[in-house]
Structure formats: C-alpha cells, structure tokens
C-alpha cells in the first residue's frame, strides 16, 4: 500500500474521530449558521452580494467555530466535560472549548425582524423577510429569504430658512450635507448628518447644543419612490442651546487630585492669558503657553477645546486631564474654563528583557534598564537614562561562533517646545519638541576586534498634522574608534584582501545635519487604501570639507587627528496598503536609497552603509548576505577567514509585496516575493561586479515565499519561508534559479529554504 493510501486511512479516522454531533442529546440539533437569499431580479449582483454580506453579519446566534473545516473547540468542550471547577479538564473546557450551539437557540422571528429594520433603515421601505429551517441528520441550518423592493431616493433637502442665529447656523452647513440629492435614504446617514451639523456648530460657538437639537423630518408620500428630508431646529430646544459663548477666565490646575474639593482661585497665578493655581509649585506657569489654545474673549470652539486636551497629555507628566466649562449666569454668554492634571509619579525606573532570533543564524538577548524624570526642571522636560547589555550568539561553519556582545549607555532630555532664537507652535493638537541625545555603546566582536561609538545630535520634530511629522537634527556626531583588533582578524584582511573586512574597523567620525518627513494614515482601518512615505536627508562634513578643500586621497583633511567623513545621504521608503476584501489585504513596499561620499571620503562609512536580505528584507536569503551587485565571495577567500563580513553598499533599491489573508482566529497567512539588492557607488578591484552601472536590473536578486502570523494582540509573532528565485551571484545565464525548485529533495531544502522567526510585519 502506497505512502498516499496511508495518509487518506488515517485522515479519515482522525476526521470522524473529530465528529462533534455525536455527543448530542436526542432530538437536538446542531446550528451550522445562517444564510440569506436576496431575491430581486433588479438589482446589481455586486449590489446583492454585498447586501447578501451584510445581512448574514447580523444573525445571531453565531455557529460554532471551525478551524480547516473543523469544530476543534467544540470537540475539546464535548471531551473535557467536567463537573470540577478545578484542575486542568476544568481548564481546557472552559478556556479552549466552546459549547454547542443548538438550533433551539434560534429566534427566527427576531432574526427577520433585524433584517427587514435594517433594510428599511437603507431604503428598502417595502422589505420583506421569510425565514425557514433546513435540517440534515443532526445539524440544520437557518435560510432567510429577503425582498428588498423598491429603493427610496432622496429627491430634495432643505434646511431652516428662519432667522435666528441658530437657524443660520444650521443651514449655512449645508454645502457640506452629508445627504445628497440623488442618493439612497439611509437612516445613519441622517444620524452621522446630525453629528456632522453639531460639530459644525460647536465651531462656532454653540457650546449647548446637541445633535438630539435637531430633527430629519422624512416626506415618502410621494410618487416613484422618493423622499423629501427636511432639516429643522427642535421647537423646544433651551435658551442655552440658541447663544453663542465666549471665554471669560481660564485655570489650569496642575497637580490636582480627587482630594481636592476647593476650586482655590484666591492662590491663582495671572501668566499671559490664563491663570495656573499650584500652591506647591510643581510646575512653572510658562509650560502651558503652548497648551492652552483657548483666549479670554475667543467664540468657544471645539476644535481648540479638544486640541488644548490633546497637548495637555502630550506634555507628558499628565496622566489625566479633565475639563470644565461653567456659565458664569444663566443670562449670560460667557464661559469660564477649568483644566484639572493629575501628575504621573515624577521618576520611575523600568526594566526589561527581550529575546530575538534572526534567519541570520542570531539568537540573543538585551537587557534594558531605563530611569526616567517626567518633569526634570519643573518645566515638563523629559529626562531618560537608558542602560543595557546584550549578547548576539552567532552561529554556523562560516562564523565560527564570534559573537557580538555589546553594552551602552544613552541619555537624552527632551522639552516640549521649541528652543531657539525663533517662536514656533503650529496651531493642532500636537506639541513640538526639542530633544537632545547623547550616546556610548561598546560593541566586542569576541575574538575578532572591538569598537568604541560615541554620538549626539539636537534638534527639533512637530507635526503639522495628524498624518505627518518633520524631525530636523541640527546637528548630530558619531565617532566610532576601532580597539583590540585580534591578529586573527589582521591576518584574514591581509590574506583575503577584502575591502569590507577592512572597512569594519576603520575610524568613523561623521557630523552634520539630517531632516526627514514622514506622512502616514495607515492607522485609519476605514480606508481602502493607505499610504506610508518617508524621506530622509543626511549630510556630513560637507561645508567644513569645503572649506578646508578636502580631496582624497590627494589631500586627507582631519579633526582629532582623525579623518571625517564627508558624505550626502538620501534614503526614502514608500509603502502602499490595499484592501482586497474584508479579510485581505495587499501591501507593497519600495526602498530608494543612495550615499555619495565625496572630498575627505571615497567610500561611505560602515555605519551609514546599506544592508539587504534577511527577516524584514529580502526572506529567501540569508541577512545581509546579498551584493553588492554581482559579487560573490570566491571560495579562495571563503578558505582564508573562519568568518564572512557582512555585505554592504552606497546604494540600495528594494522591492515587497504580500498578500496578508486573515484564515482564521488570530491565524493570518502570507504569499510574498521580495527583489533588490545593494551597490558600490564606485568600482573596487577587490569586488569585481560590486559597483552600480547600467546593467544594475540585471544583478537584482528575488525570492519568493508563504509565512503565518499570529495576532496575539499585544504582538504580533510572524514566521516566514522564502527560497531564492533569482541569485545575481550566479554566472552571467544562470541567474534565474525558479526552474530549479525542487521541495521534495532534501539537498535543495538545505540549501535553499530560510526560516524567518521575527516580530511584528515585516513593513
């Protein structure tokens, strides 16, 4: 009997071992769902497969759930029943099984009910619902049969023609009506009109009124199936509802707490506009300048009220903040405004330990230890002291077991304003900031070399909007100082003359400023598609090098006794996100990135070079291994060192694109390819191919492949398979390796298949 026989024998047995209608009680049946049937020659059939979609989302109760087609948490309920409220039966009942849902629990009456309130609510006025059951054996399934009818259309929209101020106010927003002649009645269309006419309103100052101050009076008495909507202003709506309010006095308390019942406004503090009332003195009044958005005399407007909420919590020593508005007298029109904070415990220190593993043969760890200060100089600075130590274990034939130990210090103060000679707060809920970093990290190659990083940088990052966010260092060093150079490592340089094992322990001193520009709205789930776009500017040494006419290798200018680095860089990322459907997804990835060093440098330094390949890269090959361009570590060099150094270029150009369907319960599937590869933006006799050139579509190395990720809400963990389809390495024709995919050899597993393990999505 064939290998294939056995299988199907033992799938069979497992699959009626699985069967779940077995443990019913006679005359029970097991619910498998519901379906609906649009009957309605008429209509469009995407029309009727969407309406098909919706309807059926509304049933209830749900059926049991399946996993591959079958009900594994139903069988595990059956299997573990017990009467013990303890102990691991107990557990796995009631935390992985799920109990059966019988068709006894179906209320077809209110089922209809739903679907016929819910199509008449989206203008099927004359709908219809039937409902039936259908049984088989000991499961049955609920069948509803919809007839929509006619839809009802909106034939004309008014809004008040009075002359009170209220009135106006609401008819001056109809040019922004979310109903629109022409269109389909729908009932939560006039309810989301109701809200958008209020917030309209609470721009203006209406600080009172209320949706619920409106009423959508709908005509359908017409003929051919229209409706006329009119928009009106409740008849009985209060005084209050009808004024315009302006700001009086504004108090912000900075350290309150639920113990404080006496408003205390004989201890206020006059600073510019408001009035800052902490008797303790845990914060100077000028922190709020940028915060408090409202004026004395300002028309109340929501936009600046909700803003003003927003960079309280931004500042960052605030927990919570929570808002008044009083009426200073019932016949008045004016509005005092009070803002409560309660403070955060000023210092706190955290630690933590994390654990990673790359397809680069990596595991490791890191161990972070972090103080923080909330509000350092009394003036909501943030003051953080980071520490940590970490160990990268690499292992395989080809590096011996040299691992990377490192261990680093990194502290940085931020202020929640702008320093410097110019007044800048843009006008939204977001506060800008000035950060100052500084850096210290020991990086111990073990048995190989040793390097000593040194960094800081100030600079500004706002944001202009929700979507988007500048960040402009004005000036930002590095100063990597190479120690401890094993003769090990000495002797693989001089026998394998390899450029980037010698490039690794080469002094890096860069200084310059760097600006980059991010838009995203990736975080809105209602759209179809989203976008991700990041652009970064880099310089180095550029106007000193000027200066001071650096040219190498005709004139090596140094600082320190060292030689800097001069250099241009500009990397940009652009990312796409499409919905295919409910559960679907597409997403694509491009990475454009290009280093010109220039004057004092030929080569860009290590640490500004580009990698390619690995977990959130190129997934069919090993990380970093890859380029650049053509170039292939011949096995003379291979045989000289017990290590290969990682790859790396001047210029990068990378290409992804995933399918991510959801399959089920906090399972997500994946189909990816991945293309791209790294270059030399000069040529190196030691790395013959390496270098860009016309022919760079030709050196693009791709790969292909299909991964799982599990949703576990706080994280996402992602494992990925990708095996290469094009090896620019390869001799000139022999490029393209798809036609050798072989997943029954065992020999081309081994030496083509990566296991990716990483965190999160890869873009």
């Known amino acids: 009997m064939s290998k294939l026989s056995y299988l199907y024998i033992l799938t069979i047995i497992f699959l009626s071992g699985c069967s779940t209608t077995k443990f019913l009680a006679p005359g029970q049946k097991l619910y498998t769902g519901g379906q609906v049937n649009i009957v309605d020659k008429t209509m469009k059939k995407s029309d009727s497969k969407a309406m098909k979609s919706e309807l059926e989302g509304l049933l209830r109760p749900k059926p049991n759930g399946k996993i591959l087609g079958l009900r594994v948490k139903l069988w595990i309920y059956e299997k573990t029943k017990t009467t013990k409220k303890t102990g691991l039966r107990h557990y796995f009942n009631s935390h992985f099984g799920e109990p059966p849902v019988l068709l006894s629990s179906v209320d077809l009456n209110k089922n209809s009910s739903i679907l016929q309130n819910t199509l008449q609510n989206e203008s099927y006025f004359q709908a219809q619902i039937t409902a039936d ?21 909106i034939r004309k929209l008014a809004f008040p023609a009075g002359k009170d101020p209220v009135d106006t106010a609401v008819a001056g927003t109809a040019g922004q009506s979310l109903l629109k002649v ?30 619920e101050d409106l009423i959508m009076r709908v005509d359908s008495t017409g003929k051919d199936h229209h409706v006329d909507i009119y928009v009106t202003v409740k008849n009985t709506i209060s005084g209050l509802a009808r004024n315009i309010y302006s700001i009086r006095n504004i108090y912000v308390y900075p350290n309150y707490s639920l113990k404080d019942t006496s408003l205390k406004l004989d201890s206020a503090v006059r600073y510019q506009w408001y009035n800052v009332i902490d008797p303790k003195n845990t914060v100077r009044p000028f922190v709020f300048k940028n915060t408090v958005l409202l004026h004395p005399g300002d028309v109340y407007n929501r936009t600046e009220h909700n803003s003003s909420l927003n960079r309280f919590i931004e500042l ?19 509005l005092d405004v009070y803002y409560f904070l309660t403070q955060y415990k000023r210092k706190s220190l955290q630690a933590e330990v994390t654990a990673r593993q790359t397809s680069a043969n990596f595991s490791g760890t890191q161990f972070n230890l972090t103080f ?30 040299h691992s990377v130990y490192q261990f680093g210090v990194e502290p940085s103060i931020s202020w929640p304003r702008i320093i410097g000679p110019f007044n ?38 706002w944001k202009p909007s929700l979507h988007t966010q500048h960040t402009l260092d004005l000036f930002g060093v590095t100063y990597v100082d190479a120690a401890n150079i094993s003769q090990l490592y000495r002797d693989s340089i001089k026998h394998t003359r390899n450029p980037a094992l010698a490039h690794v322990i080469n002094n890096q001193f860069t200084f310059g400023p760097s600006y980059s520009y991010t838009f995203t709205n990736t975080t809105e789930d209602f759209r179809t598609n989203t976008y991700y776009w990041m652009s970064r500017l880099s310089l180095s040494g550029n106007l000193y090098g000027i200066l001071t006419g650096a040219d190498t290798p005709r004139r090596v200018t140094k600082i320190f006794n060292t030689p800097f680095n001069q250099y241009v860089k500009i990397e940009n990322e652009f990312r796409f996100f499409h919905k295919l459907g409910p559960n679907n997804k597409l997403a694509t990835r491009l990475i454009v990135d290009v280093g010109l060093p220039y004057g004092n440098s030929t080569v860009m ?63 997500e599937g994946a189909l990816f390819v991945d293309a791209g590869n790294i270059w030399l933006l ?44 094009i090896k620019p390495s390869l001799p000139a024709g022999q490029h393209i390796v798809i036609n050798q995919i072989d997943f029954g050899s065992s020999k081309w597993r081994g030496q083509n298949l990566i296991f990716n393990l990483a965190i999160g999505y890869p873009f």
């Open 372 to 401: 923080r200060n909330r509000n350092t100089f009394k003036g909501a600075e943030l003051f953080t002291l980071n520490f940590f130590v970490s160990n990268d274990l690499q292992f395989g034939h080809t590096n011996n077991n």
């Open 424 to 461: 800048f707060s843009p006008d939204n809920a977001f506060i800008p900031r000035t950060i100052l970093r500084g850096g210290y990290t020991l990086i111990d190659r073990t048995g190989l070399y040793r390097l000593n990083s040194f960094n800081a940088s100030i600079g500004y990052q």
């Open 682 to 725: 000069r040529s190196n006799k030691y790395v013959p191919g390496g270098a860009f050139g016309k022919n760079f579509i030709n050196q693009i190395a791709a790969d292909a492949g299909f991964g799982l990720r599990f949703n576990l809400t706080v994280l996402i963990l992602r494992t990925d398979i990708g095996f290469p389809i």
């Open 605 to 667: 330094p290590y640490s500004q070079q580009f990698f390619i390949a690995g977990a959130n890269s190129l997934r069919g090959f090993q990380a970093r291994s890859v380029g650049p361009g053509a170039y292939n570590v011949p096995d003379s060099l291979r045989k000289g060192t017990s290590f290969l150094p990682d790859e790396s270029g001047d210029i990068k150009i990378e290409a992804n694109a995933e399918i991510r369907p959801k399959l089920f319960s906090i399972v």
């Open 182 to 211: 022409g269109d389909k009645y729908n009932l939560n269309v006039i309810k989301d009109e109701r809200i958008r006419i209020d917030a309209r309103l609470k721009e203006e100052g209406f600080y009172y009124f209320a949706p």
């Open 133 to 153: 059951t259908v049984i088989k054996n000991k499961t049955a399934k609920a069948v509803y049969t919809a007839t929509p009818g006619p839809a009802y259309i």
């Open 316 to 334: 960052g020593p605030f927990k919570f903040v929570k808002n008044r508005f009083e009426n200073i007298s019932p016949d008045s029109s004016k």
